[in-house]
């Protein structure tokens, strides 16, 4: 059930294809803010204020600083600053092995740590030329479609704490949230020992394999978890604040996105229908059929409508695949003795990329440059979709009051860890 039913009646939109794109007409703004303007153009009698929102401030999701010019409570202008969390992530790759890499990027969306883990191990897979297991492939896609659902379920209760009272107080539907992936920790500690890096994917396949009664459990907790989306829903289905605060607020163009690499959910609740998983399958998405959550409102409610869709997607995907995981290896390669176990060839560069709670997170690596093999890569560069996120503040923001614009922000549900790296 759509709770989009009434703001925007998907049976009544008018679609058109620009670039070969389908995208909304109603979703398609001819004069778009300019995120260049100079504010001396701005009207000479205003009385503008510069309020710096960050890095220190809750609401921008870690150390984000966002500049805004004010008139009034309307937003004029807004520069986002990043780098406050800048580690290097890319460089120090370049100074490990290919084995040695995989808990480092555990760091970069630590949201959803294994999806970095899947990311660059497909890639230096791709690099090497290694073939996972099928049962590798199984364990994979079941870990990723789980960290997808726990992902959306922290996004969901810290966007509850970004509308304050709107729901529930804003606390209220954080703990519902944050009950339901407590659960989700449980399975990845019962499954690689860890409840937050887990280190758990690796060249050729995966170092844990499923203990004894994980399925079953595994299982049993999506099916809990099922049936309390309804709660989700049951605290916007009527609430009249949280349509007010949402419906109509930070309005995205689809094609404007589509230029600024925008992916994932985001892009999807503007109307546009790509998701890797269906259309670049990788893992064991070739092997069951993907879903893809779509809606064409392009606003703020969009974005929490296809979240919650896509924990229902995610929980069903995981489920199935559950119940027929095959047996066999868990791994194609010998295991990991020493860092240079594994090498690669002279000269070679591929990209890799796989659908993450926020949009498409790719991997480009080069291998070394020298005549003969090694085991450092020589070049390593991570394509984070919350990067590509914020490039929007500048063209959504304006024309909004500061509490849109936390809202705002809120729903595109950056990780900064993954932009800076």
């Excluded at 007409?25 to 153009?41: C, G, Y």
């Excluded at 844990?208 to 459990?217: E, Q």
Aim: proline share 7%; net charge neutral; with cysteine.
């Amino acid at each position: 059930m759509s709770l989009h039913a009434t703001p925007h009646p998907k049976d009544t939109v008018k679609w058109t294809t620009v670039g070969g794109v389908r995208v909304p007409v109603h979703l398609l703004i001819p004069n778009l803010p300019d995120p260049f303007m100079d504010i001396e153009d701005y009207e000479p009698d205003a009385d503008l204020m510069v309020l710096n929102m960050g890095p220190q401030h809750p609401s921008t999701h870690g150390v984000l600083r966002v500049k805004l010019v004010l008139d009034g409570e309307v937003c004029v202008k807004v520069t986002p600053y990043l780098g406050y969390l800048h580690r290097g992530v890319e460089k120090l790759c370049e100074k490990l092995s290919y084995v040695q890499i995989t808990p480092i990027v555990d760091k970069n969306d630590y949201v959803s740590p294994m999806m970095n883990e899947l990311a660059i191990n497909m890639a230096f897979e791709k690099l090497i030329g290694a073939e996972v297991p099928r049962r590798a492939r199984y364990i994979r896609t079941i870990c990723a479609e789980i960290q997808r659902l726990g992902s959306h379920l922290l996004w969901l209760g810290t966007f509850g704490l970004d509308m304050g009272g709107a729901i529930g107080g804003g606390g209220s539907i954080f703990m519902h949230t944050f009950r339901e992936r407590e659960l989700l920790l449980d399975l990845f500690e019962d499954l690689t020992g860890c409840r937050f890096h887990y280190n758990t994917h690796t060249v050729g396949g995966n170092r844990h394999d499923i203990p004894a009664g994980w399925a079953a459990k595994a299982t049993q907790v999506l099916a809990v978890i099922s049936k309390r989306c309804i709660e989700y829903e049951d605290f916007v289905r009527g609430n009249k604040v949280f349509q007010a605060r949402t419906v109509g607020v930070g309005i995205i163009d689809p094609v404007l996105a589509i230029d600024l690499g925008i992916s994932g959910p985001v892009l999807r609740a503007s109307g546009v229908d790509v998701d890797l998983r269906r259309d670049q399958p990788y893992a064991a998405y070739d092997e069951i059929a993907v879903n893809v959550a779509t809606d064409p409102g392009g606003d703020c409610f969009s974005r929490y409508v296809v979240r919650v869709d896509e924990m229902r997607e995610s929980i069903r995907i995981a489920t199935e695949l559950l119940a027929g995981v095959p047996e066999g290896p868990i791994c194609s390669l010998k295991p990991v003795k020493l860092p240079g176990a594994v090498k690669a060839k002279h000269g070679q560069g591929v990209y890799s990329s796989i659908e993450s709670p926020r949009g498409e997170l790719g991997t480009f690596v080069v291998g070394n440059t020298v005549r003969r093999q090694s085991a450092i890569p020589y070049r390593c560069k991570i394509r984070s979709p919350s990067m590509h996120l914020l490039q929007l503040l500048p063209y959504i923001c304006p024309g909004n009051n500061i509490s849109d614009i936390i809202v705002t922000l809120g729903s595109l549900d950056p990780i900064m860890g993954e932009v800076d790296r």
